[in-house]
């Protein structure tokens, strides 16, 4: 079966407020000795699966590079990281390979790079068309930079574009809401991911709301409601566009949805290379379903050559992480696959469960396929638990 192969670059020009990822600003005198480490262990691959207890074939049909702003990188630097991808895999021919950019990142030797490098699709962190909210977050770009990115994107022939965006910014109204809404619609971009505010100590903003401070906007940031009428109304204004909801977050139009994303939900195999990029590959025995596994989540103690952590992913394990990643997409899960697959013994206490979500209008049944309804999705967390509550399989 082919493979995703998923690409942390770890370096940004600014840190965001509200990012909770493994990022930062960094000298560039790490970079090559970063990218170093990176391609060696692309060309370790076979070995670290093998003594992971997972499997790989040669094949890759999908690549990611995320970060962070894989776009800091010089193009030698990146130009190199996809030569010894390359070099050591079998890219098909029609593998979708996606790059995170920064708006405002995308210089001309940039895009040249990308296209040597056969990248044909770009997702662009804009998380808001309002020039205030990209500023109170430390987003470095205005509305203007992000139009001309997205113009100079297709002039080189890379069509295939998403626009992020968070609802819950410091200083969001629904009017600004609306706005950034109406500025993704108008640019016919075919894929728009939408995330709602993360309030957790993994970030300054976060941290800075659960103590009740005003540093870093926090003082500006909307109440929870307000963050769930702006992502319905995201919902609503995409899908009467054209761009239909096909995962919590994602929304595309037809035959654009990111085929590597979709590995992460059905659970095919993706391996991850650099700082806290994670793993999962079928297993080589029959013991366990597969494995997980992911290197250090810090610059520092990767480059030091800490260990990575493994995860066995037993069968019912294999079976909760069906529930839990297969109801995020819209169409849902077929009950009669896992069925087939996990015996209709494993499945008598999950149906109860859906049996007690569908009455509570979280979730409904069609046909095959158990999905979340509107409501279901915004309160998706809640949904989640109850599966792992049923199952009584948390690990």
């Not at 800091?72 to 996809?82: N, P, S």
């Not at 494993?346 to 999905?371: S, T, Y």
Request: glycine content about 8%; some cysteine; proline content about 3%.
């Amino acid at each position: 079966m082919a493979f995703g192969i998923y690409i942390s670059v770890p370096f940004c020009r600014t840190k965001c407020s509200y990012c909770n990822f493994a990022s930062d600003v960094f000298s560039r005198a790490v970079f090559d000795r970063y990218v170093d480490r990176v391609c060696a262990d692309m060309a370790n691959a076979s070995q670290a699966a093998r003594e992971m207890g997972g499997h790989i074939e040669n094949a890759v049909d999908s690549i990611y590079l995320g970060g962070g702003t894989p776009t800091v990188l010089e193009t030698e630097q990146l130009e190199r990281v996809f030569s010894t991808v390359r070099s050591q895999f079998d890219v098909s021919p029609e593998a979708e390979i996606t790059v995170e950019c920064a708006p405002g990142t995308l210089t001309p030797g940039i895009l040249e790079s990308l296209l040597r490098c056969g990248v044909n699709r770009v997702s662009l962190g804009v998380q808001s068309f309002v020039d205030q909210e990209a500023a109170a977050v430390g987003r470095l770009h205005n509305r203007e930079k992000v139009l001309e990115d997205i113009a100079r994107l297709r002039a080189v022939g890379i069509t295939n574009i998403n626009i992020d965006l968070i609802a819950g910014l410091p200083h969001q109204t629904a009017d600004s809401w609306e706005f950034s809404l109406a500025e993704t619609i108008a640019t016919t971009a075919p894929h728009v991911s939408v995330y709602m505010l993360e309030v957790d100590e993994d970030s300054r903003l976060g941290r800075e709301l659960l103590a009740g401070g005003t540093r870093y906007h926090a003082h500006f940031v909307p109440d929870e409601e307000s963050m769930a009428d702006f992502y319905i109304a995201a919902c609503e204004r995409l899908t009467k566009a054209g761009i239909a909801q096909y995962e919590i977050s994602n929304f595309a139009r037809e035959s654009f949805e990111s085929r590597h994303n979709l590995k992460y939900w059905t659970r095919q195999p993706y391996f991850g290379f650099g700082v806290d990029a994670h793993s999962m590959l079928l297993s080589v025995t029959g013991e366990v379903e597969a494995v997980r596994f992911a290197p250090a989540d810090s610059l520092e103690r990767y480059m030091s050559g800490a260990a990575s952590q493994r995860t066995p992913v037993s069968r019912q394990s294999a079976l909760e992480e069906s529930f839990f990643l297969g109801l995020r997409l819209a169409q849902g899960i077929s009950l009669r696959e896992l069925s087939e697959r996990f015996g209709d013994e494993a499945l008598q206490e999950p149906h109860a469960a859906i049996g007690e979500l569908v009455k509570d209008g979280l979730m409904e049944v069609r046909g095959d396929f158990a999905q979340l309804t509107s409501r279901g999705r915004l309160l998706s967390n809640e949904v989640f638990e109850r599966f792992l509550a049923a199952d009584e399989i948390v690990r």
